[in-house]
Nanobody, 123 residues
Framework: QVQLVESGGGLVQAGGSLRLSCVAS????????LAWFRQTPGKEREFVAA????????LYTDSVKGRFTISRDNAKNTLSLQMSSLRADDTGNYYC????????????????WGQGTQVTVSS
């Protein structure tokens, strides 16, 4: 059974940092590209960052470039998102997702999803 379990969310002040993690099981982790999305109530799920199966390439949405870093540890089946200089508009439920294709920013094309972890940034 495929599982993606996110953790690390919480409440943080603007300018602070958080590190999100996503632990995967039930599929061959090293053959999937991974991504982080976020969603706020009433809005569509928004692409945040993606990383290739071997970790060699990354992609970010413009609003998080220079502030967020996506990484993965294939030995531990873990995906991470280091977030710094957080802003109020970074608030949302953050999801990790897996796909056979890289660089897809359309959430509807992702196969596997976690349940999400809430990030709230207070201004």
């Amino acid at each position: 059974q495929v599982q993606l379990v996110e953790s690390g969310g919480g409440l943080v002040q603007a300018g602070g940092s958080l590190r999100l993690s996503c632990v995967a099981s039930g599929f061959t982790f090293t053959t999937y590209h991974l991504a982080w999305f976020r969603q706020t109530p009433g809005k569509e799920r928004e692409f945040v960052a993606a990383i290739t199966s071997n970790g060699g390439s990354t992609l970010y949405t413009d609003s998080v470039k220079g502030r967020f870093t996506i990484s993965r540890d294939n030995a531990k089946n873990t995906l991470s998102l280091q977030m710094s200089s957080l802003r109020a508009d970074d608030t949302g439920n953050y999801y990790c997702a897996a796909n056979r294709l890289y660089g897809i920013t359309d959430s509807t094309r992702y196969i596997h999803w976690g349940q999400g972890t809430q990030v709230t940034v207070s201004s």
